[in-house]
T-cell receptor
């Protein structure tokens, strides 16, 4: 099956800093999503982005499907951005998502 | 309001008992999914269903069973055959656009199962 690798595994920032999270995947995909898991375990959709660039406030994402990677940018980070960020992909042959192991982000005040 | 509900939020089970986790959605989504998450790890797919009365095994289906008798409901039973059931269980659903392409997956709040 498809492999999904996220980096870095852990990231610690001071409030106000910017960061870039990366997701590499091993095969062509129909769908790529970024999620944020808050400290209570709830997964929140951030982006549905099989290709191209999208922006939502301080967050933006870019997927380069031909090179099999996606980037999530967080600007002017806030303590509420803390949590785990997951990338998940749907293979062209499938009907299910495969998740990466996540990036644990801690934003300190 | 529209969304996905899971119950209970916390569940404690004695070894050897079967337990059933509830997942209900009112988003009119055809597809529903169950995932397991262990501490510090990503989500692993247990079972999924694309349509009523049909479901497929995911990557870690052993020791689990599901049913899909109604579009809104996709309960998961953790059987006594599951050797290490203590984990966080997440249910999700997914719809389709009128074009036929898939929408994002939406997640419920999860159930934390602990085996005593």
């Amino acid at each position: 099956g498809i492999q999904v690798e996220q980096s870095p595994p852990d990231l610690i920032l001071q409030e106000g800093a910017n960061s870039t999270l990366r997701c590499n995947f091993s095969d062509s995909v129909n769908n790529l999503q970024w999620f944020h898991q808050n400290p209570w375990g709830q997964l929140i959709n951030l982006f549905y982005i099989p290709s191209g660039t999208k922006q939502n406030g301080r967050l933006s994402a870019t997927t380069v499907a031909t090179e099999r990677y996606s980037l999530l940018y967080i600007s002017s980070s806030q303590t509420t951005d803390s949590g785990v960020y997951f990338c998940a992909v749907e293979e062209t042959s499938g009907s299910r998502l495969t998740f990466g192991e996540g990036t644990q982000l801690t934003v300190n005040p | 309001d529209g969304g996905i509900t899971q119950s209970p939020k916390y569940l404690f089970r004695k070894e050897g008992q079967n337990v059933t986790l509830s997942c209900e959605q009112n988003l009119n989504h055809d597809a529903m999914y169950w995932y397991r998450q262990d501490p510090g790890q990503g989500l692993r797919l247990i079972y999924y269903s694309q349509i009523v009365n049909d479901f497929q095994k995911g990557d870690i289906a052993e020791g689990y069973s599901v049913s899909r008798e109604k579009k809104e409901s996709f309960p998961l039973t953790v059987t006594s055959a599951q050797k290490n059931p203590t984990a966080f269980y997440l249910c999700a659903s997914q719809g389709r656009y009128t074009s036929g392409s898939r929408d994002t997956q939406y997640f419920g709040p999860g159930t934390r199962l602990t085996v005593l």
